[in-house]
């Protein structure tokens, strides 16, 4: 069975920066592109970052030169460093492959406030 577990998330003032984890289980993980998602409040989830196999990776505009996804194939975990952190991103993250699996992990909480 699948299995994400993110981690990372917390309260952080604009500007801040975070780094969310997600561990996976249950899938030959190397094998698959990976991503991160997010939902905010009354909006539907959305593509924020991905990474191929190997290393190359993609990211929205709203995030771009700010985020960084990044993957330890020997941990099965793949990573989003936040930098410059708006408001705006405020949101539950998700990680999950690429285009993504029925099954989604809990998630994570990120919230940018002062």
């Known amino acids: 069975q699948v299995q994400f577990v993110e981690s990372g998330g917390g309260l952080v003032q604009p500007g801040g920066s975070l780094r969310l984890s997600c561990a996976t289980s249950g899938l030959i993980f190397s094998f698959y592109s990976m991503a991160w998602y997010r939902q905010a409040p009354g909006k539907q989830r959305e593509l924020v970052a991905g990474i191929i196999s190997g290393a190359s990776t993609s990211y929205a505009d709203s995030v771009k030169g700010r985020f960084t996804i990044s993957r330890d194939n020997a941990k099965n975990t793949v990573y989003l460093q936040m930098n410059s952190l708006k408001p705006e991103d405020t949101a539950v993250y998700y990680c999950?492959?690429?285009?993504?699996?029925?099954?989604w992990g809990q998630g994570t909480q990120v919230t940018v406030s002062s």
């Open positions: 999950n492959t690429l285009p993504h699996k029925k099954y």
